[in-house]
């Protein structure tokens, strides 16, 4: 880079807006993971504290929700907004006293994750009476466990739509189409954005009801795609990238050694983001488009048709894309039901391992460069290159 103080960590704090040589945008990407989620407002602190406010999120469930949360407030007010959300759904005290140690947690959290099924989430989520096996089928309670109005009147009090709409920065949230089981992305480049499309992405089945928008009926995307990153890659404005990518589950991790664990490592799996697979597909993509280019620049111009040379000039200018990937690494005490565990000791847990994991990244100021043209995609998985 030509300025390498421009990405000076210690300078980070000081800067609004900031952004590396070259590039054009910065992306926020978000997971599902429900009660995990409060990792990614961690991170999201940590990009603030250092200037670096995205210029697109997106994001899949509660990914969708911190995304709207983000997106739909003034620079100031998105800490804020996001700190009431989630102290406002994790307010329900569990236990007066934990004592130290593992198997205390666990207990905690088991009670706190008892307490979530039977009762439900503030401000986000309330049991169906009578429930799904107790109703007629096509009755409003019939095909989900749980009423989600609550989080209409939440995203209501706490996002601006309308700033949201204004497009002061792209927003884009995922969602799967009930009948068809495709995958879509609601996009405010091209969709008016409503508090339909936020409790769409996160309608996740049989929890919650699926949403309709428009004449079509949505269930939450992670159950095709838990990350929307393939809608960034998918992008063909030519746009140099530094993007953030926040999972909440690790496609690796130990090997099972009982039922708990099992159940914890299937949905790990199960909904753990295809980075690779997804950075491998734009590269090999850009590859391509290299080589076409190459082989148009051999043929002499003036027996280039129109559209060769229009093809020409358009792979003239590829983007390149930094991902910063980091995944919630989760606790020794914490099981199969961490993602519907919303206590408010874990919720401060989960935020305060963003934060760190954030603030750690963001010294390292290479990773914050975009590749060299002709690069295509770098991927730092920001836990595997500190642990090695």
């Known amino acids: 880079m030509d300025n390498p103080a421009a990405i000076r960590p210690d300078a980070l704090p000081e800067m609004t807006g900031w952004r590396p040589e070259r590039c054009h945008r910065i992306a926020l990407v978000l997971q599902g993971g429900g009660a995990l989620g409060a990792y990614q407002a961690g991170v999201y602190q940590a ?8 210029d697109w999120v997106s994001g899949v469930s509660i990914g969708a929700i911190n995304s709207a949360i983000i997106a739909g407030n003034t620079i100031e007010n998105r800490l804020p907004r996001l700190r009431q959300f989630w102290e406002s759904i994790t307010e329900r005290s569990i236990w007066a006293y934990t ?16 307490a979530t099924m039977t009762l439900g989430q503030p401000g986000f989520f309330t049991p169906r009476f009578p429930g799904p ?6 009755a409003e309670n019939a095909t989900s466990y749980y009423d989600t109005a609550p989080l209409r009147e939440t995203l209501l009090e706490l996002v601006d739509f309308s700033l949201i709409n204004s497009k002061a920065i792209r927003f884009s ?30 309608a996740l089945p049989p929890a919650f009801p699926m949403v309709r928008v428009g004449s079509s009926y949505f269930w939450d995307g992670g159950i095709v795609s838990n990350t929307p990153l393939q809608h960034l890659l998918e992008q063909e404005d030519n746009k140099n990238g530094l993007v953030f990518q926040v999972d909440l589950f690790s496609a690796r991790g130990a090997l099972p050694r009982d039922m708990q664990d099992v159940m914890a490592r299937q949905k790990d799996i199960m909904y753990s983001s295809r980075t690779r697979y997804n950075t491998d597909v734009f590269r090999r993509i850009h590859d391509l488009k290299q080589e076409i280019y190459e082989a ?17 000039k358009e792979l003239n200018d590829q983007p390149e894309m930094t991902i910063l990937q980091l995944i919630y690494q989760q606790k020794a005490y914490e099981g199969d039901a961490k993602d519907y ?9 989960h935020w305060q391992s963003g934060l760190e994991d954030t603030r750690r990244s963001l010294k390292r100021k290479d990773w914050l460069a975009i590749p060299p043209e002709g690069a295509g995609v770098v ?7 500190f642990d090695n």
Do not use: C, Q
């Open 47 to 54: 990009m603030h504290e250092a200037g670096i406010e995205p």
């Open 99 to 114: 004592p130290d140690g593992d198997i205390y947690r666990k207990a905690r959290n088991a009670t706190s994750a008892l």
């Open 133 to 138: 096996w107790l109703s007629a089928a096509g």
């Open 296 to 312: 148009l620049s051999r043929v002499p111009e003036d027996k280039l048709t129109d559209a060769d040379k229009v093809r020409l």
């Open 173 to 202: 949230v995922g969602a799967v189409d009930v009948l068809t089981g495709n995958f879509a992305y609601f996009d405010n480049a091209r969709d008016t954005i409503e508090p339909e499309h936020i409790m769409a992405s996160g």
């Open 341 to 349: 565990e919303f206590s408010g000791t874990s919720m401060r847990e």
């Open 379 to 385: 991927v730092h998985d920001v836990h595997r290159d």
